[in-house]
């Protein structure tokens, strides 16, 4: 209950703070919209779909791969500059729950990347992707779900390397294998069998396996209920070792 | 170092926050024996550095109390093991009744705590955060807003609360700091060198500030580094250093213990800009070290620093001393003891170092 109550107050807090400047909302949406608009005709072509429709409906999966391993994992920047300027002691010091001063801070971020996700498919339909509104829930469940994995994580790395100059590689080079082999450019099904089995062990994998096979109207596959199984399990694990290292690192 | 209680300080004021309420001189933090040890790795080799060594003392309700050390001295790593934020290796403390170690939650409840940097974001503005800090002790929304109000009126933050903090200057961000420290209307507030960094005028309003804390039954616990700061502001003291506390008391009880009075020797000749030769330095404290009327000499760059019983016959003997040896000194001059020198014979060294 407390728990709750608290994550609810940093939540809102962040949120406030996050609109309160439009405009750096605004920035976070250009990359996304240039990659639907200028990587669909390549993508449409490589793949022979039959249609503007049919590679958005590809196409879309992948970018919201994209911007969940990304947008979450460079979030253990924002938490670093936190501490250095000491927001978090200042939390800390008052009786709010230690976990929350995370949790809160995840759900800002879902909230941010799930608003980035509506933006694209709006701008998706209008170029003629066709999705039901159920569909488009599912998606952002496990978009949403990505989101907590992928800010978990980084906060995990953030937390063990609290160095920015170190911390920005390893994220480099961290994010760019997670992304790909999750088919954030190309789908997976193009890829060769082994970088396809490599990439089962990859939990993005599943969620964008999972976004992609709904939107294209597969509904009794296995990964529909499979992918946010796993993704779910995998999130919680790394939002308790997350929550943990934040216990024990900010002593 | 003794931690005997001293009774008779203050009689105490009503407690800002409800508790166990005290006779007079009833202590609010008691400390004994505190320690904390760093470890640090370097290639593969781990030492520890004991930044606090076990300390003990006592604060008592509704006084300032200064924690007065050099830079690296074990200031800080108190500072955050009483507010909670770092666990200590060893010892015991109460704080407001309620022991730090076996319950630190309690301890949240009854404190307040400012830490040397803002501890807010540039983007978010003094009336928001002042809001959240409230809500983040429990309080719900519109009693929180009320709250907010308050320390608006009270730490004068109406010109500005509404603005972005990064557009504050360096005394406004303060003063909302310590606003946002106080918000919950803590027994105790820890304020971490409240005044570095700050220039004359915001220093001498945060002084104003403290002490309006304490006239309202608040005790205040404060580091600082600047001597004049400690003998001003606060009613007691302690000295720390190397994880050490090497004295504590008032400030004039403890200038009182340097007795007698100091007479600083320049050896820099008045017409040369240039400093004397370290030789001459080391000769010049070496003769007066010796003479039977100086009790200590301490040497601070080109100054000798002596302390004597009496000013007026010290004066002429250290001049033909010198003379004696060809000596010139540039300037004689006299004055009581200061914390300075406080610091200075308890430590060997002057704080700046």
Not at chain 2, 40 to 58: C, L, M, N, P
Not at chain 2, 274 to 290: D, N, R, S, V
Request: with cysteine; hydrophobic share 45%; aromatic share 8%.
């Amino acid at each position: 209950m407390k728990l709750a109550r608290d994550t609810w107050l940093i939540f809102q807090y962040e949120v406030v703070l996050l609109v309160s400047s439009p405009v750096n909302v605004a920035i976070t949406l250009i990359q996304p919209i240039t990659y639907l608009l200028i990587f669909t005709p390549f993508l449409k072509s490589v793949v022979h779909a039959p249609s503007y429709g049919a590679a958005y409906a590809i196409y879309v999966p992948s970018l919201f791969a994209a911007m969940g391993v990304f947008s979450g994992m460079f979030a253990g920047f924002t938490l670093l500059a936190a501490i250095h300027q000491g927001v978090i002691t200042r939390c800390r010091v008052t009786p709010i729950s230690r976990v929350s001063l995370l949790l809160g801070r995840v759900g800002m971020y879902v909230l941010l990347v799930a608003f980035q996700g509506v933006v694209v498919t709006v701008i998706a339909v209008a170029f003629g992707l066709r999705v039901n509104p159920g569909d488009f829930l599912y998606a952002l469940v496990l978009l949403s779900l990505m989101v907590v994995l992928s800010v978990s994580l980084g906060y995990d790395l953030a937390l063990l390397v609290p160095r920015e100059n170190a911390l920005g590689n390893l994220i480099n080079s961290l994010a760019q294998p997670l992304s790909l082999l999750a088919g954030c450019l190309i789908p997976l099904s193009l890829a060769p069998l082994w970088v396809q089995r490599v990439a089962d062990w990859n939990p993005f994998a599943w969620g964008t396996n999972g976004m992609r096979t709904i939107l294209q109207g597969r509904i009794g596959a296995a990964v529909i209920w499979e992918a946010p199984l796993i993704m779910a399990l995998v999130a919680l694990v790394t939002v308790v070792w997350s929550s943990r290292l934040f216990s024990r690192e900010i002593a | 170092m003794t931690s005997g209680s001293r009774p008779g300080l203050q009689p105490s004021l009503s407690a800002a926050a409800p508790g166990p309420l005290p006779a007079s001189g009833n202590p609010i933090l008691e400390v004994r024996g505190l320690r904390k040890s760093y470890k640090t790795r370097h290639r593969r080799k781990v030492t520890s550095v004991e930044a606090v060594r076990g300390v003990d003392f006592v604060v008592q309700r509704a006084e300032i109390f200064g924690f007065l050390g050099p830079n690296g001295a074990g200031k800080s790593t108190t500072l955050r093991m009483l507010a909670t934020l770092l666990r200590p290796d060893g010892g015991e403390a109460m704080i407001a009744g309620v022991d730090l170690l076996r319950d630190p939650a309690q301890v949240r409840r009854r404190i307040g705590f400012v830490a040397q940097e803002s501890g807010t974001y540039g983007e978010s503005t003094g009336r928001r955060d002042l809001v959240n800090q409230a809500r983040m002790y429990g309080v719900p929304k519109t009693a929180a807003k009320g709250l907010a109000e308050a320390a608006i009126a009270a730490f004068q933050l109406e010109d500005f609360v509404d603005r972005q903090i990064k557009t504050y200057s360096g005394g406004q961000s303060r003063r909302l700091d310590v606003a946002l420290g106080v918000i919950h209307s803590p027994q105790i507030i820890f304020l971490d060198e409240p005044t570095a960094g700050l220039d004359p005028p915001s220093r001498a309003r945060m002084w104003q500030e403290v002490r309006k804390l304490r006239d309202q039954g608040m005790t205040i616990f404060l580091t600082t580094h600047y001597l004049d700061e400690a003998d001003a502001l606060c009613d007691r003291i302690s000295i720390i250093d190397a994880g050490l506390i090497v004295a504590e008391g008032t400030p004039s009880d403890l200038k009182r213990e340097i007795s007698g009075d100091v007479v600083v020797v320049d050896l820099a000749a008045p017409d040369t800009a240039g400093a004397p030769e370290p030789a001459i330095i080391l000769e010049a404290a070496k003769i007066l070290t010796e003479q039977p009327y100086v009790e200590s000499c301490e040497t601070i760059e080109h100054t000798l620093r002596l302390y004597v019983d009496s000013a007026a016959t010290a004066i002429p003997q250290i001049m033909r001393a010198l003379s004696a040896k060809g000596i010139d000194p540039g300037a004689i001059e006299t004055r009581r003891p200061s914390l300075d020198d406080v610091f200075l014979a308890k430590t060997g060294r002057t704080i700046g170092d």
